[in-house]
């Protein structure tokens, strides 16, 4: 076998923008065939040697497809397939089958455990790379899909590890402006990886913190803040379907219109509408009384008022009344 083969504990970087495929078999010569074929039709690869192995994969990484041996000792393909469509993230994971077994039942028993497809033993290399190619295309392009449709109410963008612009919702075209950004300057909207529409790069103060946020690993709770005349904005980023791309999360929280409906909604004062918003963000009467320029007793005095006018006895009680106005006007 090629030294370049990935073993299933490897981590994902290696791949670049190749195809991933898990090839799972209990049987190291089929392993190192299937394995130099895949890589020699310019897909990556990752290998187990059981059931258990396999899932262990999983666990840290997600492939294009998985290439399953049905008849293995100890936990067979059928099991392995069932233990995992049992992961949600694995739910719509392509599995095609290996199996010397072209009867009806062992047939149907792999979809009915969530194959999509199968092949037969001994396994020709111009069929699997064909249907594992299919395979590839659909699932990547309902990733996509799925993505896009469950962003595309929000202020969101896909990118590339260079902070190229792939995709972005109509919500975050509007709002990059604020970072230096050009409504008209990336692709159209909804445009998905692929198309040849044109394409640029996050605006400049984006594309420095995401960059940091590459070098640093990618942290899960890293966000960036700033404050534009009384918006405060925000963007956070998580892996997109796709190695190599991102999902970045814009936000934007306009403080005096967040008064306003405050005040609005409960007849409040301008002073006592932004004690009201700062309640809401959990921030402590001294941390109030930081923000705004005022002492806590003053603060204080202030909740004192609020908590009448909204009928609460417990700040807890007033900062979720403030939310669910807030939320509702959004």
């Keep these: 076998m090629h030294d370049v083969r990935i073993e299933a504990d490897d981590p994902p970087a290696w791949a670049g923008d190749r195809p991933v495929v898990l090839i799972v078999d209990d049987t190291p010569d089929n392993l190192a065939f299937l394995s130099d074929t895949l890589q020699a039709h310019g897909y990556a690869v990752l290998v187990a040697l059981s059931g258990e192995a396999a899932l262990k994969c999983l666990a ?51 979809f009915r455990v969530g194959g999509i497809d199968y092949v037969t033993k001994p396994v020709r290399p111009e069929e699997v790379c064909a249907r594992i190619g299919a395979h590839v295309l659909r699932s990547r392009a ?24 792939r995709w972005r919702s109509p919500h975050a075209a509007r709002q990059i402006v604020a970072y230096g950004g050009e409504r008209g300057e990336s692709a159209d909207d909804g445009e998905l990886p692929g198309n040849t529409a044109e394409q640029t790069r996050l605006p400049a103060p984006l594309r420095s913190w995401f960059v940091d946020w590459l070098a640093q690993g990618g942290p899960a709770d890293a966000m960036h803040e700033f404050t534009v005349g009384n918006v405060r904005r925000s963007a956070t980023a998580t892996p997109a379907p796709k190695l190599g791309e991102w999902i970045v999360m814009l936000t934007e929280a306009d403080d005096t219109a967040h008064c306003n409906a405050l005040a609005a909604r409960f007849s409040l004062t301008a002073r006592e509408a932004e004690v009201l918003l700062w309640v809401s963000r959990g921030k402590t009467n001294r941390d109030i009384g930081d923000i705004l320029g005022m002492a806590p007793r003053t603060v204080n005095k202030h909740l004192e008022h609020l908590f009448r006018k909204l009928n609460v006895e417990t700040r807890a009680t007033a900062a979720a009344l403030a939310v669910k106005v807030l939320v509702d006007r959004t």
Aim: charged residues 25%; negative net charge; aromatic residues 4%.
């Design 142 to 165: 309902q990733s996509y899909a799925q993505a896009a449709l469950s962003l595309d109410a929000r202020a969101a963008l896909i990118v590339d590890d260079a902070g190229t612009i």
């Design 60 to 110: 840290r990484v997600t492939p294009d497809v998985v290439l399953l041996d049905a008849l293995m000792p100890e936990m067979d393909g059928f099991e392995t397939c069932s233990r995992m469509k049992q992961d949600a993230r694995h739910e719509h994971l392509p599995v095609i089958f290996m199996t010397a077994l072209t009867e009806s039942e062992h047939v149907v028993r792999g």
